[in-house]
């Protein structure tokens, strides 16, 4: 990262004592969430203080993902109405970040459609973003800068949203090109951050107090690929699992290409390892993974699922899942009803194939209608339905962990929660116990959550 020292000075002299509020929004997946909170690290040390009412913000930054056309659709909406926010307030300045930027016809496109926008800057914010911000507080008329810089670095504070959940970024871009996909033209190769930085990142966030430690990459089981064999992903796995304390640690997404028997040892050795996996598989078709570029066949995938499940048959398993890819049959998408009904998978996360330019599946030839992907999702949708709420009957009974999370928004005096295995708990219960662990006795299952009462805290571990 570039060292920003003398253009944050510049800022902080401009801005003087004036106090000044930021709303900085993130779209997308956990690890954008995650590039926004250290965007706000970076703010504080220009003296913003932060606000979620984007009428009151002298600075509103969009960081953008661009991984489905509706993503970029909604923030390109979200753009056009702060025309008159910027009418109001000419002295606003709006900031775009993110995947979306990060293709040059998207800041083209906003350059010429969108006077409103100050700035552009792709995926490279910590380095871009101070000199930006000072172009267009000085009035300098609107400015990008897409190019790659190897950002979001070891030493980049993050605002933190939780005080007891932690994201940890443990590895940036993707080596794959799955043919539908446009992360690897926006986020660049894998990039493996030093072992030791983020050890000593663990262990400040469980001595201050965070209970779950969330570790991220788009393929965080391919952590350590570029680091000459200093260490693997199950090897840092066993590593933090070494920090004293109590806490879970998860992470996400693994790539099913890199889930090796030596992951799931670890996975099942770590005390601290929660009981969950997320293991993206795309579709039950062999024919269709390959020609999405996925590197496995669904045999390959059901021996892990087997694999997991020989050594704990409730192991939770959640799913990425394509449906519409270019020319996907019925039968192909029969398949995918399968392997939903054979693995039991707690929850699926299922998306309508989009179209992204520049990635080769843009280029396939796809004869399957709009209507007739969304009867296959639909489908999909309720095949799940109806495996979640056979499959959650088997915690009736049994004492689950939970990190308390939130009130509940379903029912007053009830407060939700997630176990190990990812699922989540709603139950009765006092707010001061939000950010701790309860153990909850399930006495019900639905489609979404299972419900049951305090038990004895903090005994199970
Ligand atoms: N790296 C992870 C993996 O390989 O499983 C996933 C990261 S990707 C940002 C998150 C999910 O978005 C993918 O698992 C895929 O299901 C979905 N996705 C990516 N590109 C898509 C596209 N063009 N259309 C629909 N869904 C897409
Ligand atoms: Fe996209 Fe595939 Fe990389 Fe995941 S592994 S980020 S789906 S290219």
Same mark, same amino acid.
């Given at each position: ?16 004592? &004036? ?39 002298? #600075? ?161 089981? &391919? ?30 997404? &693994? ?33 269709? #993974? ?11 995938? #059901? ?33 995918? #009803? ?93 707010? &001061? ?29």
């Amino acid at each position: 990262m570039k060292d920003n020292t003398a253009v944050i000075g510049e800022i902080n002299g401009l801005l003087g004592s &004036s106090p000044r509020k930021a709303y900085v929004r993130s779209f997308g997946c956990q690890l954008n969430v995650s590039d926004g909170e250290k965007i706000q690290g970076l703010l504080r040390k220009m003296g913003y203080t932060f606000t979620e009412d984007e009428h009151k913000a002298d #600075l509103i930054i969009l960081n953008t993902c661009a991984v489905r056309e509706n993503a970029e659709d909604r923030v390109f909406g979200i753009v056009g109405s702060m025309k008159k926010l910027k009418e109001l307030r000419p002295s606003l300045i709006i900031g775009i970040a993110g995947c979306m930027t990060a293709q040059s016809h998207v800041a083209e496109k906003i350059k010429k459609s969108y006077p409103q926008v100050d700035f552009v800057m792709g995926t490279s914010a910590l380095s871009a973003l101070p000199k930006l911000l000072l172009e267009a507080l000085r009035g300098g008329g609107f400015t990008a800068d897409i190019a790659e810089y190897d950002d979001f670095s070891e030493a980049a504070e993050q605002v933190r949203s939780s005080s007891f959940k932690a994201s940890v970024p443990i590895m940036f871009g993707c080596n794959n090109f799955c043919t539908y996909c446009i992360v690897p033209y926006v986020r660049g190769r894998e990039r493996s951050r030093r072992p030791g930085d983020i050890i000593a990142e663990v262990r400040q966030l469980v001595s201050e107090g965070y209970k779950e430690i969330m570790l991220l990459g788009q393929n965080v089981n &391919s952590y350590g690929n570029d680091l000459g064999g200093e260490m693997s992903f199950p090897q840092l796995l066993r590593e933090l699992n070494r920090i004293e304390g109590d806490f879970w640690i998860r992470f996400m997404s &693994s790539h099913p290409k890199d889930a090796s028997e030596e992951l799931i040892d670890a996975i099942f050795d770590c005390e601290k390892a929660a009981k969950h996996l997320h293991l993206p598989v795309q579709s039950g078709s062999t024919d269709v #993974l390959a020609r999405m570029n996925r590197c496995y066949t669904v045999d390959d995938y #059901l021996k892990i699922v087997d694999c997991i499940r020989s050594r704990d048959p409730d192991f939770s398993l959640t799913t990425d899942l394509i449906v519409g890819f270019p020319d996907e049959t019925d039968e192909d998408f029969r398949a995918t #009803l399968d392997i939903v009904k054979k693995v039991k998978y707690d929850n699926i996360y299922s998306f309508i194939y989009s179209k992204r330019s520049g990635t080769k599946a843009a280029e396939m030839t796809d004869g399957t209608s709009e209507e007739e992907k969304g009867i296959r999702m639909r489908k999909l949708l309720e095949v799940q339905r109806e495996i979640s709420t056979e499959h959650y009957k088997r915690f009736i009974g049994r004492t689950m962990r939970v990190l308390v999370d939130d009130v509940s928004k379903k029912k007053e005096g009830w407060l939700t929660g997630k176990s190990s295995e990812f699922i989540i708990v709603e139950f009765e219960g006092d707010s &001061s116990l939000i950010g701790q662990f309860v153990n909850v006795e399930i006495t019900g299952a639905m489609n979404w959550a299972v419900t049951g009462k305090i038990a004895e805290r903090n005994a199970l571990k």
